[in-house]
């Protein structure tokens, strides 16, 4: 249901994806400390994690007093994320390019880390999260900055293809996602009725220099992934 991502739909990849990004530079000691950092509190909401992957937010979320229900599209992702987590998160099979089998108003965050970028059309699924926070809930979401996929585009304006080849799970593996100019990821955060509380470029944390020099170095001076944090209005 992802579309071409071996990465996530095959058993074996997504297992070593689990692995690795639970301790790599980008995913454990980037990405995922700057959300939390973002997100603050979360105990006692009702958070929806969107693209839940192997569950290392989840988990987190769970583990600070969230009641969380996760969601992937991947079937391995869903079995690892479920084996992870138990019962302390209720983990759904679902694609986001589909309505989403939640109520309308049931959610106060959703969060969505590192995988709207996999869809081409990701209107329908802002308009998904809009309809399931309640009035003046929050969207927090990660995704590639447009500056690091805009060398691998035609045309910076456009949302495009991207195909890269991933050496860091195992065997090579091609994995494609869209490049979505600035432009158009908040143009589209505000047609779906959210209002923009802020634009974040993280930087690495000195964990991310211990395990990945190199990389660190470059997120460094250029941004590797935006977090864009939203609210829908208060009714
Ligand atoms: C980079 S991983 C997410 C990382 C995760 N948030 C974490 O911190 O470990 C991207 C995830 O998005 C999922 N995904 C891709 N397309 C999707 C779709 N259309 N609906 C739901 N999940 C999707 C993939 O299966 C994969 O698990």
Redesign the pocket.
């Known amino acids: 249901?992802?579309?071409p991502?071996p990465l996530?739909?095959e058993p074996e990849l997504?297992a070593a994806?689990?692995r690795v990004?639970a301790t790599n530079a980008a995913?454990a000691a980037y990405?995922?400390p700057a959300v939390r950092a973002l997100l603050g509190e979360v105990c006692g909401l009702d958070v929806l994690?969107?693209?839940?992957?192997?569950?290392?937010?989840s988990a987190w979320l769970a583990d600070h007093g969230a009641r969380v229900v996760a969601?992937?599209?991947?079937e391995a992702?869903v079995r690892l994320a479920r084996e992870r987590l138990g019962e302390q998160v209720r983990v759904l099979h679902?694609?986001?390019?589909q309505p989403l089998p939640l109520d309308d108003a049931s959610a106060d965050l959703v969060l969505s880390?590192?995988?709207l970028h996999?869809?081409e059309d990701w209107c329908a699924?802002l308009r998904e999260f809009a309809r399931v926070l309640r009035p003046g809930g929050r969207l927090v979401l990660s995704t590639h900055h447009p500056l690091m996929t805009a060398g691998d585009v035609d045309d910076y304006h456009a949302v495009r293809l991207v195909e890269e080849t991933w050496h860091g799970f195992g065997a090579p593996v091609l994995v494609t996602y869209y490049h979505r100019p600035l432009q158009r990821i908040v143009a589209d955060m505000l047609a779906a009725g959210f209002v923009l509380r802020g634009m974040h470029e993280p930087q690495p944390t000195a964990d991310a220099d211990a395990r990945d020099p190199k990389l660190a170095a470059r997120f460094r001076t250029e941004p590797g992934f935006l977090i864009v944090d939203a609210e829908t209005a208060r009714r």
Request: net charge negative; with cysteine; charged share 20%.
């Open positions: 249901m992802s579309g991502n996530y739909d997504a994806y689990a990004s995913n990405e995922r994690d969107a693209g839940c992957a192997a569950g290392e937010h969601l992937d599209a991947s992702m679902a694609d986001l390019a880390s590192l995988t996999y869809l699924p």
